[in-house]
């Protein structure tokens, strides 16, 4: 048997290096408006409405009312979802290990850009 020494492991990090900075919170607010916008409001929840046979769950009763509120909140959470891959993939590369204002907003203008239907949607009502 070779004695080889055991490499050392990486600096582990703190609770306090792991939370996000406080002033990248501030666009959390915005990032969730434009999410439930765009859940309101986008062609795509028209689209699940549609296609509520294929996802709505059968325990629950077919209400048109209950299927629409659920194709909204999905949508939402999708785009909130989809928008923070850009967000992650920033933070993966710059090997940062907290959410820093520059993720925030970076997400923050991925939920606008899926969101651009909606506000076409929104202009068409006003």
Do not use: C
């Amino acid at each position: 048997m070779s004695s080889q020494p055991e490499p050392s492991p990486q600096h582990a990090a703190t609770p306090e290096e792991e939370r996000a900075d406080p002033v990248a919170y501030q666009l959390l607010v915005p990032l969730m408006l434009i999410a439930l916008l765009n859940g309101m409001h986008s062609p795509f929840t028209a689209l699940l409405v549609k296609m509520a046979g294929g996802w709505y769950p059968p325990f629950l009763p077919p209400l048109p009312e209950l299927v629409f509120y659920l194709a909204q909140i999905f949508t939402a959470t999708l785009t909130l979802i989809v928008a923070g891959i850009p967000a992650a993939l920033y933070e993966r590369l710059m090997g940062t290990k907290r959410t820093t204002y520059v993720s925030m907003g970076i997400w923050l203008l991925g939920a606008a850009v899926l969101s651009l239907p909606a506000i076409g949607v929104v202009r068409q009502l006003l």
